[in-house]
């Protein structure tokens, strides 16, 4: 009974982006988790929120590839000056 559960219940990363972003192709899907969200190291409510946040941001692919490199340069320059006035 557990099994058949959980097999009604999950889905695939894919299937969530795709429901999110239903024009993006398979290779977009792709690229969204990879390189705009914490996936795969962060739990899935973490995840699936980045993902509803790109979409309430950003209207195609190349916007929020564009927003998320643009907010992980931010961060990144951030840390560095940050660890530069660390003794």
């Not at 795709?18 to 390189?35: G, H, K, M, N, Y």
């Not at 795969?40 to 190349?62: G, H, L």
């Amino acid at each position: 009974m557990r099994a058949e559960a959980i097999e009604v219940l999950s889905g695939t990363w894919m299937e969530v982006v795709q429901r999110v972003f239903p024009a993006f192709t398979v290779e977009e899907c792709d690229s969204l988790l990879w390189e705009a969200t914490a996936f795969p190291v962060a739990d899935a409510k973490t995840v699936i929120s980045q993902i509803k946040d790109w979409a309430a941001r950003a209207n195609d692919f190349e916007q929020v590839i564009y927003l998320a490199y643009g907010e992980m340069d931010l961060a990144i320059g951030e840390f560095l000056k940050e660890s530069e006035d660390q003794p």
